[in-house]
């Protein structure tokens, strides 16, 4: 009897512990499947950031030139929503970057202008990212291409949100390769033996890397150094073609981050036998073939379920001539009468102004058009806005959501946009060019080097300088001083800008960005060779 009962408890005692097992199964299916059913309805994003991109290098913004270098992205306009007046947040690639993955202007982020090959921080640790708060929604996050804000440590961007990174740390013309692209003025290639010689020899040309090769990184390592850049398109494309398959495959929602080297000098495009005075056209043509891969493979694996959104860092840079994009009609005119570049690093329309499009089949109507005044920058509420996610309420943001531009027609965007001081004039960040509806006021000017190698003249304006965009794209000829329509306009701006100035000044979310240098700080793959020459082949 005793045996019996000994016997008895013990099968209690594995049938208590079955149903327990059985039911921690069932709720854990359970709550598997409402993971999975709740992935199922968040979307996926694909952010295409093109360098230094002309506006009227899409085709679609200038039809009547009939170029054809971009017919997948004219399809995708075709298939979606063009912004015809859509800003980079700044003028240069740092603090452009930084504004659209934190929604804030560098006045905020601390990101005012450019990190370098030396630099041993970036943006802000305080700062939280677009992909920081995707992943912990359950997100896929990653970035391929050109980072620029920061290469080490906690600065990578691996610690800043995105689960995969492959790309260069910063811009493509920051350190030498084997065989060099097209650039203006041209650069030497690295070579392994007497790199002394060759940097006396190269040191007459500003603006050419001697001393590091160009990084390519995976995650936290250096998998090529000097990379090829001649190859450099086909190892993106295939990285992301395999994040869009994987994420489908895993039922995962995602994030990818493309931002492409093109249309950023050196020029490498591997179509064969480019002729010189063809090589812009070329490599244009390049990164439209790049974004038609990633809207095929993007409509195989989850069509209607995925966004792609392209767009650009920031205007051409004038000063490489024929290897620089096209500003369409934003030519600037004012300021290249003062002799002067127009675009890059400029807060001329010309520098800041980028083409635009963004496709979601079955959410964005096909073939609209919107004059909504937007900048990068509202990507990041716009996303977060679309994948449910509510930014930390514990900081001021400067974006919108164009949420309702994108899905329902709406033109409203910002009443008042303001373009930070790139390098062309002024301290950089500094807020001193507002658009306001139609019109835009200066308080500086100056432009950046132009391909005549010509610089205009640093000018503050009190009262400032305003155009009126409508009636004038190019810029050339302000509005009378003496007239009702100027004395309105400068009063509006004038008040908009204290305001936003005070705001920023009482802001106890404002970050500071340390833009200290260390030679030791260059991404290196190994210190005892030339121009740190790595042998391990990505």
């Keep these: 009897m005793e045996n019996f009962q000994l016997k008895m408890a013990k099968h209690v005692s594995q049938l208590l512990l079955s149903g327990t097992l059985l039911f921690g199964l069932v709720i854990y299916t359970a709550s598997q499947r409402g993971a999975g059913e709740r992935f199922k309805t968040m979307p996926n994003f694909i952010i295409v950031l093109a360098d230094d991109i002309g506006w009227g290098d899409l085709d679609a913004n200038q039809p009547e030139k009939q170029t054809n270098n971009t017919p997948n992205l004219n399809q995708m306009a075709q298939q979606g929503l063009r912004l015809t007046d859509f800003h980079s947040p700044a003028s240069t690639c740092s603090p452009s970057r930084a504004a659209i993955l934190t929604g804030r202007y560098g006045l905020r982020n601390g990101v005012t202008h450019n990190f370098g090959v030396n630099s041993v921080a970036g943006l802000p640790l305080s700062e939280v990212t677009l992909p920081q708060l995707l992943q912990q929604a359950g997100y896929y996050t990653a970035i391929i291409g050109k980072w620029h804000l920061g290469h080490n440590g906690p600065y990578r961007p691996n610690n800043r949100g995105f689960d995969y990174y492959l790309g260069i740390p910063y811009s493509n013309d920051m350190g030498c390769t084997d065989t060099p692209g097209y650039d203006l003025p041209p650069c030497f290639p690295c070579v392994s033996s007497e790199p002394q010689v060759i940097r006396q020899r190269r040191s007459v040309h500003g603006g050419c890397y001697s001393k590091v090769g160009l990084p390519l990184v995976e995650n936290g390592s250096i998998v090529e150094q000097p990379l090829d850049l001649w190859a450099l398109t086909e190892k993106y494309k295939s990285a992301a073609l395999r994040i869009i398959r994987s994420a489908r495959a895993r039922a995962q929602p995602y994030l990818l981050f493309v931002a492409s080297a093109h249309m950023h000098v050196p020029l490498a495009p591997s179509v064969a036998n480019s002729s010189a005075d063809r090589v812009y056209a070329a490599s244009l043509q390049e990164l439209d073939s790049l974004v038609g891969a990633l809207k095929v ?242």
């Excluded at 083409?355 to 509420?381: E, H, Q």
């Design 297 to 538: 493979a993007a409509d195989e694996a989850d069509k209607g379920n995925t966004l792609i959104w392209f767009t650009g860092d920031n205007g051409p840079w004038e000063q490489k001539c024929q290897f620089a994009g096209s500003v369409g009609p934003f030519t600037g005119t004012w300021q290249i009468k003062k002799g002067g570049g127009s675009a890059k690093q400029t807060t001329w329309e010309g520098g800041h102004r980028v083409p635009t499009v963004v496709y979601w089949p079955g959410k964005i109507p096909a073939n609209t058009t919107s004059s909504a005044l937007l900048s990068g920058m509202d990507i990041f509420p716009t996303v977060l806005s679309l994948a449910g996610v509510a930014p930390p309420s514990d900081r001021r943001y400067d974006a919108t959501d164009a949420t309702n531009v994108l899905l329902h027609g709406d033109h409203s965007g910002h009443e008042f946009l303001f373009h930070p001081n790139s390098g062309a004039a002024g301290k950089f960040g500094d807020l001193q060019t507002v658009r306001a509806g139609k019109h835009k006021a200066f308080y500086i000017t100056g432009g950046a080097e132009a391909c005549s190698g010509g610089t205009g003249e640093e000018q503050l304006h009190d009262p400032p300088l305003i155009f009126d965009l409508e009636h004038e794209e190019a810029e050339e000829t302000p509005l009378q001083f003496d007239t009702p329509d100027y004395r309105a306009v400068a009063q509006k701006v004038a008040r908009k800008r204290e305001e936003l100035l005070w705001d920023i000044a009482t802001d106890t979310s404002v970050s500071t960005a340390d833009y200290s240098q260390d030679e030791l700080a260059a991404p290196c793959c190994d210190r005892r060779q030339a121009v740190c020459r790595c042998h391990t082949v990505f």
